[in-house]
């Protein structure tokens, strides 16, 4: 039911979606499928995005510069020995929304593929995935999408279904009517990859699919990225930047020099926060109204690194309903 109504939202068949536990496992399903060759990965991704390409590939990690991922050092090292480009839409130390249609337009020069990680921006932003089209994108749905830990989907693109290989087939990797013992072949789509489930993690999911899928997705997108505007604002008027100067999402950076300090002091003023070196994470949802970012005007100048996230619900509705998610606002999983 999960993998139907989520198609659906995205867009997609339901017969190029897998249901899986995690993003990681969704990035290792797709290395374990293609060629020993050479992906590229910022090297600042999400750990989830960057150690499952290693066992059986190449990695070049394209550092950063000026601690930002930048879009043109990724296109720069693309050529015909790539394989793939694995990337987050949202990158979540710098807050920016990385310019897909630009690295898909890089990679089909070179003949390469385009994983794209969706966890930090579903559900908070809208994907077009007919435009973009990438050969496989994957979210974890604990985040934006308001599901519990455990409910993940990978989707691949239709022409590139038939070297999927399922990275840990089980009984929920056949065709239904779903057996348990004896030999069965494995779905002929994307369903061969299905995980067998964490029973709790996906009956949390239908609800929260449910409210996702009555919302007007463009319209949540214009809310979240309105609210990181007005922070971004006030953050300037009172002499803050944000790290990087690509395109902004609903993630807001802000660099200065006490990020401990900054995360104590807004979680005092009831803004969810944690500390990232010199960063300072925080996360609020669509629930989220202009007396949030009214919150931080409270707050001195010198506040370090402060991601503050203005989205589609998340995690503190999430506790509330008693479905976990995770205590660092900036984790893919």
């Known amino acids: 039911m999960t ?104 990679t089909d020069r070179v003949g390469a593929r385009l994983f794209v990680n969706l966890t930090q921006s579903l559900g908070a932003l809208h994907f077009d995935a007919a435009r973009i089209r990438p050969d496989y994108f994957a979210v974890h749905g604990y985040k934006w999408m308001l599901c519990p830990r455990g409910a993940a989907w990978l989707v691949t693109r239709p022409d590139r279904l038939d070297g999927l290989r399922a990275l840990a087939p089980g009984w929920k990797s056949t065709s239904p009517p779903h057996g348990y013992f004896g030999p069965a072949d494995l779905a002929p789509d994307a369903a061969r990859c299905d995980a067998s489930p964490a029973w709790f993690s996906w009956v949390g999911a239908i609800p929260a699919l449910r409210l996702l899928g009555s919302l007007d997705a463009e319209r ?34 802000l660099r200065t020099g006490q990020a401990d300090g ?29 007396t949030t970012p009214s919150r931080l005007r409270a707050l001195s100048p010198d506040i370090g690194v402060l991601a503050h996230r203005l989205t589609a619900r998340g995690r503190r509705s999430g506790r509330e309903n008693g479905q976990g998610g995770c205590d660092h606002p900036c984790h893919d999983s």
Do not use: K, Y
Request: hydrophobic share 45%; charged share 25%; net charge negative.
């Open 220 to 253: 949540v997108e214009r809310h979240c990225l309105a609210l990181a505007g007005e922070l971004t604002e006030r953050a300037e008027a009172a002499g803050l930047r944000r790290v990087t100067d690509g395109p902004a999402s609903h993630i807001v950076v």
């Open 262 to 290: 900054i995360a104590v002091r807004l979680r005092e003023r009831g803004v969810r926060a944690t500390a990232l070196g010199d960063r300072s994470a925080s996360a609020s949802t669509t629930s989220t109204t202009s």
């Open 3 to 106: 993998v139907v109504t989520w198609g659906a939202m995205q867009s997609v068949d339901p017969g190029t979606v897998s249901a899986l536990g995690s993003l990681a496992e969704a990035a290792a399903t797709v290395a374990a499928s293609l060629p020993p060759g050479r992906i590229v990965v910022p090297a600042e991704e999400f750990r989830s995005n960057l150690f499952p390409w290693s066992p059986r590939h190449e990695v070049v990690a394209v550092p950063t510069r000026d601690g930002v991922t930048r879009v043109e050092d990724l296109v720069d090292a693309l050529d015909d020995r790539v394989s793939l480009l694995a990337v987050s839409e949202v990158t979540s130390r710098e807050g920016q929304r990385l310019d897909l249609a630009a690295l898909r337009a890089a």
